[in-house]
């Protein structure tokens, strides 16, 4: 599925206007980062040119945002008209693997359109912002970076930046295991996630929220929502 960072819908509307009502003083939104509040279709243009002078492959450059709409770099690769064969792409998987998870190549994500101000109105309410990621913690000082660059509330005692602690820990068992921290620290009352295993552990554990499926992209993992789970396509209202 193509994104559409732009796309706006009643239903939409009234979901977002839901989850801003129950921010007050004395509950948590849990909020992913990756294909959720930030864009990282950006990072992985940035990634695939540098291997287009690094690899001798300057048809790499004929990439763009629109041409991820999975985890399989051979999809992207087709729908640029770029063409390939196995050695050639596993060369750039392994060149992408190293890039991505690497927290110096954050500065290159960008919000999805309307992020910034519901985050931050959520804020402006009262309620507690949990950034539990599936990003481990040597990427913890690049991501603090980029909520700051681009004005995500973060380091006022009023929100947190939750890192995996092991890169190899599947990230919705990770994410389970965060509900004690989220209990911890007030009532659930919106929980933000766009890989189906995160939301259905999250339905799980914080029975009182509010859990939104940001259906923008995900892993390939045969997973799917809850059919009872909304889900939002970004923040605009």
Excluded at 112 to 123: I, K
Excluded at 140 to 154: C, K, S, Y
Excluded at 215 to 234: E, K
Aim: charged share 25%; hydrophobic share 40%.
């Amino acid at each position: 599925m193509a994104w559409d960072v732009l796309h706006r819908s009643p239903e939409q509307t009234r979901l977002l206007g839901d989850a801003l009502d129950r921010a007050r003083p004395g509950t948590v939104c849990v909020l992913d980062l990756d294909s959720c509040l930030f864009d990282t279709r950006p990072r992985q243009v940035r990634i695939l040119r540098a291997w287009s002078h690094e690899g001798d492959w300057p048809e790499l450059n004929q990439v763009r945002d629109e041409h991820f709409v999975s985890w399989s770099l051979a999809d992207t690769l087709r729908l640029a008209g770029v063409a390939f064969d196995e050695e050639r792409l596993e060369a750039l998987r392994r060149f992408w693997w190293d890039r991505f998870f690497d927290g110096a190549w954050h500065r290159f994500d960008v919000p999805l359109p309307g992020a910034v101000s519901f985050v931050q109105e959520l804020h402006r309410r009262g309620a507690m912002l949990v950034y539990l990621t599936g990003r481990h913690r040597p990427m913890r000082a690049g991501t603090l970076q980029a909520l700051h660059t681009w004005a995500f509330p973060i380091g006022d005692g009023q929100s947190t930046l939750v890192t995996k602690p092991r890169f190899e820990t599947p990230d919705h068992d990770y994410k389970r295991s965060a509900a004690a921290l989220v209990h911890g620290l007030g009532t659930p009352a919106l929980c933000l996630d766009n890989e189906p295993a995160n939301v259905n552990a999250f339905a799980e554990v914080f029975p009182e929220a509010l859990i939104l499926f940001v259906d923008t992209d995900h892993s390939p993992l045969p997973i799917s929502p809850n059919a009872d789970l909304p889900r939002i396509r970004g923040f605009i209202r």
